[in-house]
Every structure is written in C-alpha cells, then in structure tokens.
C-alpha cells in the first residue's frame, strides 16, 4: 500500500477518527468455496494428497511440497526461512548437504491450513479463482499457487532444470507412472489426456482445500457461545481492538490480504535485501489464525514470539526503524499510528490463542506412487 503526502495525511486522520470493533472480525464458513473450474472430488483431494508428499514434483526428486509444509507445525515450518532442494534432516535438525551451493529459501514458509479462504472479507463476494498467495501477492488462487514452488530454484527446482522446462518434466515422469496415470484417470475422466500440469495444479489444490481448522474457539464465540471466551481472553480481544490491530488484521482470516510497508528486519539467511513487492518493502498482511503452531512470524521469520512482534509494533509507533533499507517515510502510517503498550502484550497474546484451532487433518501417507521417501530426504 503506498500513499502521496496527501493521501497519507486523509489515511492517518481515518485511522486515527475510527475504532474498530467486533465487528470488523469474523468467523470463518463452515465449508470452503471450490472454483467453478475446479470442483472438489474425493478422487481429486486422494490424487492431490500423495503428489503434495511426493518428492518426485522436485528436479532432484529430494523435495516435497510437505518438506516445508509440515503438518505437525500447522503445514508450515519452524525454522526462520526453510532449507529446501539440497537438504535433508527435519525440523531443527535440517541442513543442507556438502557441498552446496544452493540458498535459503527466500521467505518464511506460510501455512497450507485455512488457505481455501484466503482473500475471505465481511461483506464482500468472495472469489476462490482470484484469492492472493504468497507474501507478495504474486499468484491469484490455489491452482496458480500450487506450480510456482515446483519453479523456483532453491524450494523444489534445483540446478538440473530450467524454470520453463521443469513443469514439463514432472508431468513427464508422472506419466510414466503406471499409478499415477490411473490416479489422474479417475480424478479427470473426461480429459484425453488427464496428465497435466493443469490437472497437477488442480490436484494440489483440491488437496489444500481440505486442510482447514475453523472451529477456534473464537468462532464459537462468533457463532454464539457467549461462553467460548473467557473474561481476560474478551479483555485481550477489546485491547486487539483498541490498539489497532484490526485495522490491517481483520475479517473472518484476520488479514486485509493487502501490501504494507512495515520495516521488519531481514533474515541472515540470505545475503540480499528482500525487498518484497514490486521493491518496495511491502509484504502481505499474515493470518493471525492458529499462531500458535506456526512461528516463527514475519516473512522473514526473525521473530520468535508473539510477544516479540507485538514489541515490533510498538517500537514501529515509537519511530523506531529496524530495518536500515526502510525509511520512516514508508512505513504505512496504518502501522505508525497503532497504539500498543507493553501493558496490553499479555492480553492480546491470550486472545490469538482463541484462534488456534489443531483439528485439522495431519494424517501423512505410509507411501507415494514414485518409492521415494515420502516427504523428501
């Protein structure tokens, strides 16, 4: 989101003029919304599940989508930025090979969970085809989501492959797995030639459209068991509220789905500067939902805590700059104006907990149609 002087001065006064309220939030649908070219089918969703465990989608068959979407950390990962083609070990305990001459992947790896409502807003028609992905924004929808991780050198391309011809070659080797072409088969019946990379996309996100958690305790609240909260978790709410945070945080997904300029301080992992979109520093506003499984936080994952983000927030209202590429010119006067104290970091901390919600499926498959490990090395 970037502004004029004079639109910055319109957005500060409206900022400052409104308080949101209960309102402004909301619980997410009992079910999610499929694209009308792409409908849910238990075939589909089947076919989708092995090929996000199968490392046969990445130029050196070492890589799954599961790799860095792990479902014991809500399908992300706990680690600052994920160790993607070239790595083996999991969780902590990841590295790269020797030798190696691959880098971190470039961003925090978000969570798979919940993003069958990304773009969700109150009062708006929600479109399943042009919901945004990434931390930039870069892709609209799952199917479009689902190819670009296949794509990119250091998450599962490598250096075997061009980025125009690997998508070619995974369906290449998918096609000559005899289970797999029945799988495809009997997910696309009506297609002559049902393995493709369309087909793969729509596969994968089908698959992800499953993995959703919308029963938090919050959205009991929200439906009407004025019990779900309790009286410090209603405090914590109304102090969430106060402070600001809706004001980018907010709908049904917690997330305005917008760009802004915050300053986050950059990742050691990589040697650049990561200057998000279009170079301007700006980074999509994260779900606040089930936070509690998938630090660490920012899309450079240099916070470990909540608490550490919350103090972020304040030190950004404070006129504090941590990163040395942002000037306090860009930082989104959304952000500048919030007004957290220490005082209130215990209580909003103990409302988002009222957003964790683990009953989602975590079941990993015994085994994938190619042989190789599943979920990579």
């Given at each position: 989101?970037?502004f004029?002087?004079?639109?910055?001065n319109?957005?500060?006064?409206?900022?400052?003029e409104r308080v949101?309220?209960?309102?402004?939030l909301?619980a997410?649908?009992l079910?999610?919304t499929?694209?009308?070219?792409?409908?849910?089918?238990p075939?589909?969703?089947?076919?989708g599940?092995?090929?996000?465990f199968?490392?046969?989608?990445s130029?050196?068959k070492?890589?799954?989508?599961a790799t860095?979407?792990?479902?014991?950390?809500?399908?992300?990962?706990?680690?600052e930025t994920?160790?993607g083609?070239?790595g083996?070990?999991r969780g902590?305990?990841r590295?790269f090979?020797?030798?190696?001459d691959?880098?971190?992947v470039?961003?925090?790896?978000?969570?798979?969970?919940?993003t069958a409502?990304?773009?969700l807003?109150n009062?708006?028609?929600?479109d399943?085809?042009?919901?945004p992905?990434?931390?930039d924004n870069?892709?609209?929808g799952?199917e479009?989501q689902?190819l670009?991780?296949i794509?990119t050198l250091?998450?599962?391309?490598g250096n075997?492959?061009h980025?125009t011809?690997i998508?070619?070659?995974?369906?290449a080797?998918?096609?000559?797995?005899?289970?797999?072409?029945?799988?495809?088969s009997v997910?696309?019946p009506?297609?002559?030639?049902?393995?493709?990379?369309v087909n793969?996309?729509?596969?994968?996100?089908a698959y992800?459209?499953?993995l959703?958690?919308?029963?938090?305790r919050f959205?009991?609240?929200m439906?009407g068991?004025s019990?779900?909260?309790?009286?410090?978790?209603?405090e914590?709410m109304?102090?969430?509220?106060a402070?600001?945070c809706?004001?980018c945080?907010?709908?049904?997904?917690?997330?305005?789905?917008?760009?802004?300029v915050?300053?986050?301080?950059?990742?050691e992992?990589?040697?650049?500067?990561?200057?998000?979109?279009d170079k301007k520093y700006a980074?999509r506003t994260?779900?606040?939902?089930?936070?509690?499984f998938t630090?660490p936080?920012?899309?450079?994952g240099?916070?470990?805590?909540l608490?550490q983000?919350?103090?972020f927030?304040e030190?950004?209202?404070?006129?504090?700059?941590l990163n040395?590429?942002?000037k306090e010119g860009q930082i989104d006067?959304l952000?500048?104006?919030m007004d957290?104290?220490?005082?209130?970091?215990?209580?909003?901390?103990?409302f988002l907990?009222?957003?964790n919600?683990?009953?989602?499926?975590k079941s990993?498959p015994?085994?994938v149609?190619?042989?190789?490990p599943?979920?990579?090395?």
């Open positions: 989101m970037f004029s002087c004079g639109e910055r319109a957005v500060s006064e409206k900022a400052e949101e309220t209960i309102a402004d909301g997410l649908p079910t999610a499929d694209p009308a070219d792409n409908p849910s089918t075939e589909k969703v089947a076919l599940r092995l090929l996000f199968d490392p046969v989608l130029g050196n070492d890589v799954a989508c860095c979407h792990q479902p014991e950390f809500n399908y992300a990962e706990f680690l994920s160790i083609v070239n083996v070990g902590q305990n590295r090979t020797d030798p190696n691959i880098p971190f470039k961003r925090n790896s978000q969570s798979v969970v919940n409502f990304n773009g807003r009062n708006e028609v929600y399943p085809a042009s919901a992905m990434f931390w870069r892709a609209r799952l479009e689902a670009e991780p794509k250091e998450e599962m391309r075997g492959f980025e011809g998508l070619d070659e995974v369906v080797r998918l096609s000559r797995l005899p289970e797999y072409r029945r799988l495809f997910a696309f009506k297609d002559q030639s049902p393995v493709s990379r793969l996309a729509r596969s994968l996100a992800e459209r499953t959703v958690a919308n029963n938090t959205d009991q609240y439906r068991d019990n779900a909260l309790s009286t410090g978790e209603k914590g109304n102090a969430f509220l402070t600001g809706a004001k945080h907010s709908g049904p997904m917690f997330s305005d789905f917008k760009l802004h915050l300053g986050v301080p950059d990742t992992n990589r040697q650049e500067s990561d200057s998000g979109a980074f994260p779900s606040l939902r089930n936070l509690r630090g936080y920012m899309h450079s240099k916070f470990v805590t608490d983000v919350l103090m927030y030190d950004i209202a404070g006129g504090k700059l040395p590429n942002v006067p952000a500048t104006q957290v104290n220490f005082k209130d970091i215990s209580r909003i901390v103990e907990n009222t957003l919600d683990d009953s989602f499926d990993i015994k085994s149609p190619s042989g190789l599943v979920m990579g090395k």
